[in-house]
Nanobody
Framework: QVQLVESGGGLVQAGGSLRLSCASS????????LGWFRQPPGKEREFVAG????????GYANSVQGRFTISRDNAENTAYLEMNSLKAEDTAIYYC????????????????WGQGTQVTVSS
């Protein structure tokens, strides 16, 4: 069983930055690909970024490409989402999730989810 805990959300002004963390309690963290997703108010959950178990492969949604960076520290069982140049439309609950194979853009392909952390960007 894998437990994921997100942290680092908060209120920030447009143009600002935040770094989200996703801590895993499961063993063999390096064997799991990880995805960050978000759910804006009244909308469906959407893909933000993904990273392979080794960290060698990453991918981003077009809406965050060039502004967000996903990374991981397997020694610390933690993944990160660095968010820069934040916009009001980035306001959402952010979730991390894991699966045993390659990262995916589709939330229903992930096995474990955290409880989410709220990010609010004021314009």
């Amino acid at each position: 069983q894998v437990q994921l805990v997100e942290s680092g959300g908060g209120l920030v002004q447009a143009g600002g930055s935040l770094r989200l963390s996703c801590a895993s309690s499961g063993r063999a963290f390096r064997l799991y690909a990880l995805g960050w997703f978000r759910q804006p108010p009244g909308k469906e959950r959407e893909f933000v970024a993904g990273i392979s178990g080794s960290g060698g492969s990453t991918g981003y949604a077009n809406s965050v490409q060039g502004r967000f960076t996903i990374s991981r520290d397997n020694a610390e069982n933690t993944a990160y989402l660095e968010m820069n140049s934040l916009k009001a439309e980035d306001t959402a609950i952010y979730y991390c999730s894991t699966r045993r194979t390659l990262w995916s853009m589709y939330p229903n392909e992930y096995d474990y989810w955290g409880q989410g952390t709220q990010v609010t960007v004021s314009s």
